[in-house]
């Protein structure tokens, strides 16, 4: 099982950044998967990107794109998501998330962090 430690987020105005850290303890492979997710009031939690511990590949949601960055830290087993251009629609709760392979499911989640963005 991995343990998953967020910190970062915070309130931001439109246009500003943030940088969202998730430090992860216990068993990491290089074929695990790390992932942001984000939960605005009243929706379902949606994706926002995802990256491979070994490799670093990764992959965006389109609402993402050409603005945040996910990069990963492999000696610190910090995943970063670096959050630009930000607008009042990026508003929302952001998690953490692994999983073992592309097969499984996303089953350790970090505790979650606000972000806000003002208008």
């Known amino acids: 099982q991995v343990q998953l430690v967020q910190s970062g987020g915070g309130l931001v105005q439109a246009g500003g950044s943030l940088r969202l850290s998730c430090a992860a303890s216990?068993?990491?492979?290089?074929?695990?998967?790390m992932g942001w997710f984000r939960q605005a009031p009243g929706k379902e939690r949606e994706f926002v990107a995802r990256?491979?511990?070994?490799?670093?590949?990764?992959v965006y949601a389109d609402s993402a794109k050409g603005r945040f960055t996910i990069s990963r830290d492999n000696a610190k087993n910090t995943v970063y998501l670096q959050m630009d251009r930000l607008n009042p629609e990026d508003t929302a709760v952001y998690y953490c998330?692994?999983?073992?392979?592309?097969?499984?499911?996303?089953?350790?989640w970090g505790q979650g962090t606000q972000v806000t963005v003002s208008s």
């Open positions: 998330a692994c999983r073992s392979s592309a097969m499984s499911n996303w089953d350790s």
């Open positions: 216990g068993r990491t492979f290089s074929s695990y998967w």
């Open positions: 990256i491979t511990w070994g490799s670093g590949s990764t």
